[in-house]
């Protein structure tokens, strides 16, 4: 069986402003990792846009928890973990196709079914889903199967 994702660590998931949103969940775990209160995390370290409470970036555009890696790596939120198997890149075979360019741990020779079926393994074993669709991401998939 071929490996349908394998991260090969180059950080380009963690660039950008406002994708990684927390849920009251991801907020409990990363406060517990960084041994700070919740609420201490949501001062130092989000900010909210369209309701959502998202992480910062640092001035290089990278999370601010990105320093040759993921520094909070047992603590990082759902979205994280669940990245690549996102809900367009489960459904649709062309955004999987498109996120290979961005994404180099995305094995192209896998295809997209098997990318599919990994994922949903993986999402299902990690207890991934999106749970309440007013505060978690919407990259989460929602359908049970
Ligand atoms: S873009 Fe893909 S390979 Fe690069 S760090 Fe993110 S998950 Fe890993
Ligand atoms: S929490 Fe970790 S994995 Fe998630 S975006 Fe930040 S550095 Fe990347």
């Not at 950080?11 to 990684?20: E, F, S, V, W």
């Not at 960084?34 to 201490?40: A, G, N, R, T, V």
Request: proline share 6%.
């Amino acid at each position: 069986m071929t490996l349908a994702f394998e991260c090969k660590m180059c950080g380009h998931c963690c660039k950008g402003k406002g994708g990684i949103i927390l849920t009251s969940k991801d907020r409990s775990r990363l406060a517990e990792h960084l041994k700070i209160s919740p609420e201490e995390l949501i001062e130092k370290y989000t900010e909210k846009i369209n309701g959502k409470i998202r992480l910062i970036c640092g001035e290089d555009d990278y999370c601010i928890f990105f320093s040759e890696g993921c520094s909070v790596h047992p603590g990082r939120p759902d979205i994280c973990r669940a990245w690549p198997f996102f809900r367009g890149n489960l459904i649709d075979e062309t955004s999987w196709e498109m996120i290979q360019e961005y994404c180099p741990g995305v094995e192209a020779k896998a295809g997209h079914k098997e990318f599919v079926r990994q994922g949903k393994e993986y999402i299902k074993q990690e207890g991934l889903r999106q749970h309440d669709p007013d505060i978690a991401p919407n990259a989460l998939i929602t359908d049970p199967e």
